[in-house]
């Protein structure tokens, strides 16, 4: 995710905005926000529709997605804990 995302707030408004651009049957839900240390870049884990995924994922997966949707998908699981695991998040209480 590029650096002007620095609050959970502003991502999900991105998000949502998105969800309307592609047209999803429901709106991607944020379930984590991290932002790095340095404030350079930030970690999220969305939550989308299995049937919205396929669409989703072919815009934001590419080199250019941060370029042309301000977010890039580095991994991809129908588990939560999976994608926590990957990156090292830890579940916030």
Do not use: C, P, W, Y
């Not at 709106?27 to 989703?56: H, P, Y």
């Amino acid at each position: 995710m590029n650096n002007k995302f620095s609050t959970r707030n502003q991502l999900a408004e991105h998000l949502n905005l998105l969800s309307k651009e592609f047209e999803l049957t429901k709106t991607i839900r944020l379930m984590d926000f991290e932002l790095s240390s340095g404030g350079e870049f930030a970690l999220a884990i969305i939550e989308v529709k299995l049937q919205d995924s396929k669409l989703l994922r072919a815009n934001i997966e590419g080199e250019k997605a941060i370029e042309n949707f301000g977010i890039q998908s580095i991994t991809t699981s129908g588990k939560i804990r999976l994608v926590r695991d990957r990156l090292n998040l830890t579940k916030k209480q």
